[in-house]
């Protein structure tokens, strides 16, 4: 190496390690001169060389690479906001950032000046799309006179295309675009040629190669996609076919895209990427009460039991260690589910359990063994019916007898929620019908439930909630020895009541005999606000009644709860503490501790 080539190579070495040290000390001006409080924000927001400064350890090196990126990324912005004639300056220590050569950066950096001149707010000379497909919904401010922000090309581009798409034509997109901004007039002129291309049909459900093949048999995954081969292409019911096969469980991921090119007959292939999830699963979960004491429960599922996205969950219930109210209830539950069994959004079970509860007023033993079909209507709507067996064995203030029943239980939940473990807005109502009829012993009837609850966040910073829940409940036709213990209703505990004891309020049909109630209602409220991202207090209240009738007209009693509680966000949910005094005469003097995951309700 000669001379003047070891002086290049040691000044190079020099400045690299010059510009490794850390940047102390600097100061960023912003300056933007004309511009609204708003576009100032979305700027500084842009801008890399601010966050950059304000970073552990930042070299001159980082910011200099900094502030050479925030030419394009400020440009971005100016361009979104309808400035296409801005001027952007960038000076570090008093030189252009663009004009600083890597090997000769300075060694230390002092200041960063960032100077954007905005100039005037372009409007739209033209704005023209076509051609368009019938009915569509263009944004109302591409529009000639309109500022002529960047994105509303882009977002009536899309809308353009997205209608073709539902209209059939799968493969519609840009022909061709000619956009000027003319400096002179200050207005962007922007005209957008579309190619609709042919209306498609669905044709087949292809499966694309994975590094690692799904255990699922094709003919399956088509059952439970149920892909509308032959009708007209709609990208809604593309999704709904993938959605249906995430909602399975058995897959990790679910890809449906459509096929390059679309066949001589006038279908469309769509092709499925899918990546099996662990198909074994076990889960645990536990639950405090001061008076029903523990609560400890797990499962075990397997999520393609037979290569057809079937489900088998095992559900294990151990209750009242170490309470003060009953005794230790024990619960073992089987149900298998296979989807798609009739229509792609229609399913089959068999359920089976036995339960043995151990609660104040009675004590009952119970099998049942069933079966049904499930529907999904929609994403917020669903729906259960069926058909089960069910031998119970009771000990209560009415005596011991065995009771066995044939019920046909149906159930339906419309779901609006935004969170099921915490909800800050939505409705969520859950609807249960099952009429019965006496088999040897046991009398006929029907028991109808319903569970609403509302939700409503308030405040811009959406830190305070208001949750609302109305239980209603009602067993009519057979008497009160006819109905299964559990399928009568109670008061008190952490589902209707806090604060009151565990199933304390029955009917009281004469001294010491004390029976569940034919009717119920139950009221709760909350108020919950965040103390900061991870903490949120809560102040609730509760009330129920029981009535001895189907209505409620006849004997019945109320009774009512307060307290306050604590929830703590975690990855799995908010884990939950309440702490409730009955409102009566005990008000202040006994309380009910109550600890769990998610929200109350």
């Known amino acids: 190496m000669n001379r003047q080539g070891f002086r290049q190579f040691a000044f190079a070495v020099l400045g690299a390690i010059c510009v490794a040290l850390p940047a102390a000390g600097t100061e960023i001006r912003f300056n933007a001169p004309g ?75 002092d200041t960063i000046d960032i100077n954007v001149d905005p100039g005037p707010v372009f409007r739209f000379g033209t704005a023209s799309i076509a051609p368009l497909a019938p009915d569509t919904a263009l944004p109302a401010d591409f ?9 509303l090309v882009k ?25 000027v901004a003319d400096h002179a007039r200050a207005a962007l002129d922007a005209m957008v040629r579309l190619d609709p291309g042919p209306r498609l049909r669905f044709g087949k459900l292809d499966m694309l190669a994975t590094g690692k093949p799904t255990r699922v048999r094709l003919e399956r995954i088509r059952q439970i996609a149920g892909l509308p081969t032959g009708e007209t292409y709609s990208p809604e019911q593309q999704q709904k076919a993938a959605d249906r096969l995430r909602r399975t469980g058995a897959f990790r991921s679910v890809v ?19 990546v099996d999830a662990k198909r074994r699963r076990i889960g645990a979960g536990a639950e405090l009460s001061s008076l029903e004491g523990v609560t400890l429960s797990g499962f075990w599922l397997h999520r393609n039991l037979m290569g057809g996205a079937e489900r088998l969950r095992i559900d294990a219930l151990v209750g009242g260690l170490g309470g003060e109210s009953g005794g230790e ?44 079909l499930t529907h999904v209507f929609s994403d917020n709507l669903t729906a259960e019916a069926g058909l089960t067996y069910r031998f119970s064995e009771i000990s209560d203030d009415l005596g011991k007898r065995e009771l066995q029943h044939l019920l046909a239980p149906a159930s339906a939940v419309w779901d609006r929620r935004n969170d099921s473990l915490n909800p800050e807005s939505g409705l969520y109502l859950d609807l249960e019908l099952t009429p019965f009829i006496g088999l040897d012993q046991g009398g006929s009837g029907a028991r109808v439930h319903a569970d609403l609850r509302n939700y409503v966040t308030l405040g811009d910073g959406r830190r305070l909630t208001l949750a609302g829940r109305a239980q209603l409940g009602s067993v009519a036709g057979a008497g009160l020895r006819d109905v299964p213990a559990d399928m009568l209703f109670y008061s008190g505990g952490a589902g209707t009541v806090r604060g009151q004891r565990y199933q304390s309020l029955g009917i009281d049909l004469a001294p010491n005999v004390t029976v569940g109630g034919r009717s119920f209602m139950g009221f709760s409220g909350e108020l919950r606000g ?46 939950r503490l309440d ?12 309380f009910e501790i109550y600890i769990g995951i998610g929200q109350a309700f």
């Open 530 to 575: 965040m103390i900061n991202d991870t903490v949120q207090a809560v102040a609730f209240a509760d009330t129920g009644f029981v009535g001895q009738d189907a209505l409620g007209t006849g004997t019945g009693e109320w009774h009512s709860g307060a307290g306050i509680g604590a929830r703590y966000f975690t990855a799995v949910g908010p884990v």
């Open 143 to 151: 529009a000639r006179g309109a500022p002529a922000k960047g994105t």
């Open 329 to 372: 209830d024990y619960r073992l539950g089987l149900r298998f589910d296979r989807p798609a069994t009739f229509t792609a959004d229609t399913g089959f079970f068999l359920m089976a359990g036995l339960e043995e509860n151990n609660e104040p007023d009675y004590r009952e033993r119970k099998g049942e063994i069933g079966a049904g």
């Open 155 to 179: 977002e009536a581009t899309r809308a353009a295309i997205s209608a073709w798409r539902s209209d059939g034509h799968a493969k519609a997109g840009v022909a061709d675009q000619h956009i």
């Open 256 to 274: 449906l895209q459509e096929a390059e090119t679309p066949n001589a007959d006038g279908t469309l292939d769509i092709e499925t990427r899918v």
């Open 35 to 109: 511009s609204s409080e708003d576009l100032a924000e979305r700027l500084k927001g842009a801008s890399l060389s601010m966050t950059t400064a304000e970073q552990d350890a930042t070299t001159a090196q980082d910011l200099i690479a900094a502030a050479q990126a925030d030419y394009g990324r400020l440009i971005g912005v100016l361009y979104a906001q309808g400035h296409y004639g801005g001027v952007i300056g960038i000076r570090i220590n008093g030189r252009e950032a663009a004009r600083i050569p890597p090997l000769r950066a300075p060694e230390r950096i």
């Open 579 to 590: 702490i409730a005094t009955p409102l009566d005469s005990d008000a202040g003097q006994d």
